[in-house]
């Protein structure tokens, strides 16, 4: 990282923070001494290059990228988490590890780079029969498919009656559509846990339904 590209670090001093553990002393302490700021700075960012290269990794299958192209995402999220993490070191208050809190914002950018990638290398549109393969996707078997199909098509109702505008955007997207929650928060300016978070309420409000019109006992398997 050259000087030109080396982000201003607040002092460390003065914050009020609770006791905090010596390897967030130290890594506060080096990070605001300007003696020891760049080594600082080199470490840091190295420690966000390693994790951002193993969340790909574990992530690499089903965003389906690799090679130079991962390399490059890797680099662009440990850069863009190391600017984060120096702008906002005054709002650090010792409820982790500084290591932990700085994981954070690298998952971050993983997480939002993933999901711009997608739509710019989008795949080919779902055809409009993605309802009736829904049988497909839970693994039923062809003497299932009947029974399946019929669940499907009560499901696709309760998804019109029950949830909400938002709702069924998000839910037909991730679950009928299968596009990624990182992509979609990126198109709808949202978080993947405020995704995540409606789809679960979804599902809740759905197995409700079926229950209610016989199609699901107890245990509800679908959706």
């Known amino acids: 990282m050259s000087s030109a590209q080396r982000p201003a670090v607040a002092s460390a001093s003065g914050r009020g923070r609770g006791a905090l553990d010596e390897e967030s002393r130290e890594w506060l302490r080096s990070l605001a001494v300007p003696a020891e700021r760049d080594q600082a700075l080199a470490r840091l960012h190295q420690l966000l290059l390693r994790a951002a290269h193993a969340e790909l990794r574990r992530r690499s299958a089903a965003a389906g990228i690799g090679g130079r192209e991962q390399d490059d995402l890797a680099h662009q999220a440990a850069d863009d988490a190391l600017l984060a993490i120096t702008g906002k070191l005054d709002r650090f208050r010792g409820e982790s ?121 107890a245990e509800g398997g679908m959706p």
Do not use: C
Request: overall charge positive; charged content about 25%.
């Open 97 to 217: 590890r500084f290591t932990t809190w700085a994981y954070k914002f690298v998952m971050l950018e993983v997480s939002a780079k993933l999901g711009r990638h997608y739509w710019r290398n989008p795949p080919v549109p779902m055809r409009g029969d993605a309802w009736e393969r829904i049988p497909d996707r839970f693994g039923a078997s062809p003497a299932e498919h009947a029974e399946f199909r019929e669940l499907a098509a009560a499901l696709r109702r309760a998804v019109t009656e029950v949830l909400t505008q938002r709702q069924r955007r998000v839910f037909v997207a991730i679950v009928v559509e299968g596009v990624p929650l990182d992509a979609l928060a990126v198109e709808m300016g949202s978080t993947r846990n405020a995704l995540y978070k409606m789809v679960f309420d979804a599902r809740r409000k759905i197995r409700a339904h079926l229950a209610a019109q016989g199609y699901l006992g």
